[in-house]
């Protein structure tokens, strides 16, 4: 059986309830849960120094990430053999040395390499460095596949990836900017490709009106069910 006990810890100067478990596992892991609550599985043998000395390697993780979802938040520590969400997909990550920092993915797998592959938060950084890359690039490709709504004078806009997390994207004409959430990368395709194509008719119609729907529901007529399958993958 498992065992199961709250440790408080400050976060951004209040008081954090933090589920801790202990378990037959190898190392100690803490994540964001559904609800947003931070929860730490330690192994069965591990003292309170142990714990204690990885809480405080943890506490400017926790703090940026206390109180979001799972969906948007990225570990602080990778280990081979991990497990990361990629493209709507669980996918086992696979860590192995390079010279240069890239990420490849086949089906339920993703293979990062780096330098230092040995060292978990140096992956971690390293695997947010790839994300981005990866997220650009796919994100560029699919925003081409709708280029026929963007008005000619505004050619292909530029793609800029943030790390936002209260909203996926947003379309500026004056800058002829596109803006993604970095998150968004964790869905599937064709919810991708529904904020895609909803940021590009924004090249048209500025608001959100009667015209925007059409416009976006002639291109895609089922972009409603995309977007509530978005929502969905994001209370993960
Ligand atoms: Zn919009």
Known sequence: MYQEELIIQEV??????IRMTRKNVKRMTLRIDRQGN?????????????????MMSCSDWLARNVGKREFFTLPDRLHDGDEVFLLGEPRKLMIRSAARTSMTFVSGAAVLYLRDAGDPEK??????????ELALSVF????????DVIPERFGMPRIKI?????RWGSANQTTNE???????????????DSVVLHEAVHFTHMDHGTEFYEMLLDRMPDY???STKLKEYARK
């Open 140 to 147: 560029q490709e699919r925003l081409s596949r709708y280029a």
């Open 162 to 166: 943030r790390k936002m997390t209260s």
């Open 123 to 132: 992956a971690a950084s390293a695997y947010e460095k790839a994300l981005k």
């Open 38 to 54: 931070p929860c730490l599985s330690v192994p069965l043998r591990a003292t309170r120094a142990d714990i204690w000395k990885f």
């Open 224 to 226: 409603k069910q995309r």
């Open 178 to 192: 596109i803006h993604l959430s970095l998150f968004l990368i964790k869905a599937p395709l064709d919810c991708i």
């Open 12 to 17: 951004n100067g209040a008081p954090c309830e």
